[in-house]
T-cell receptor, first 113, second 113 residues
Framework: AQSVTQLGSHVSVSEGALVLLRCNYS??????LFWYVQYPNQGLQLLLK??????LVKGINGFEAEFKKSETSFHLTKPSAHMSDAAEYFC???????????FGTGTKLQVIP | EADIYQTPRYLVIGTGKKITLECSQT?????MYWYQQDPGMELHLIHY???????EKGDLSSESTVSRIRTEHFPLTLESARPSHTSQYLC????????????FGDGTRLSIL
């Protein structure tokens, strides 16, 4: 079985402040982890993914995430928020041999000028 | 630039009509998916396909049906639309490998009057 939990359905940060979006997963085998972003009236776009290897992964638009097996976490960070980062962010988990991806419930990021 | 296309983007239609939502991808992906998403909410998998002539029901029960007679095409049909079908429908595709991300279309926003 696999599941993913995103803490905080809404997060507000000031422009220029650190962005931290939390994601915890459960998986009976090594997971594959993804972060997606969704802008209004659009589909989801991949920000970054972790499969194997380096636990700190860098994605598009200055975002990065760190896979921490001991904490079963894959939190998304960005050092300095920009107004254009306002969107909904989804964490997702998959694993070898399992044909479906499990998505979290999403976190809506608001950036305050 | 989208490699997966959904039409129409918006549809407002009366109760009882038959509706087909189109989804096509140009990436040669084996797997395709349909998700239902209410505005600002989580994604619910309603149908998926491993390849031609393969279709499976997802985690959320849906009155819609799908077909996959060509690799690139995965239409979703509602035989008789009802107001409860009002939602956003997202189509996605991926390679067969579980460690690869899904690629999403921009969605169809459906309103049933």
């Amino acid at each position: 079985a696999q599941s993913v939990t995103q803490l905080g359905s809404h997060v507000s940060v000031s422009e220029g402040a650190l962005v931290l979006l939390r994601c915890n997963y459960s998986s009976s085998v090594p997971p594959y982890l993804f972060w997606y972003v969704q802008y209004p009236n659009q589909g989801l776009q991949l920000l970054l993914k972790y499969t194997t290897g380096a636990t700190l992964v860098k994605g598009i638009n200055g975002f990065e995430a760190e896979f921490k097996k001991s904490e079963t976490s894959f939190h998304l960070t960005k050092p300095s928020a920009h107004m254009s980062d306002a969107a909904e962010y989804f964490c997702a988990v998959s694993r070898t041999g399992y044909q479906k991806v499990t998505f979290g419930t999403g976190t809506k990021l608001q950036v305050i000028p | 630039e989208a490699d997966i296309y959904q039409t129409p983007r918006y549809l407002v239609i009366g109760t009882g009509k038959k509706i087909t939502l189109e989804c096509s991808q140009t990436m040669g992906h084996d797997k395709m998916y349909w998700y239902q998403q209410d505005p600002g909410m989580e994604l619910h998998l309603i149908h998926y396909s491993y390849g031609v002539n393969s279709t499976e029901k997802g985690d959320l029960s849906s009155e819609s049906t799908v077909s996959r007679i060509r690799t690139e095409h995965f239409p979703l049909t509602l035989e008789s639309a009802r107001p409860s079908h009002t939602s956003q429908y997202l189509c996605a595709s991926s390679t067969y490998s579980s460690n690869q991300p899904q690629h999403f279309g921009d969605g169809t926003r459906l309103s049933i009057l």
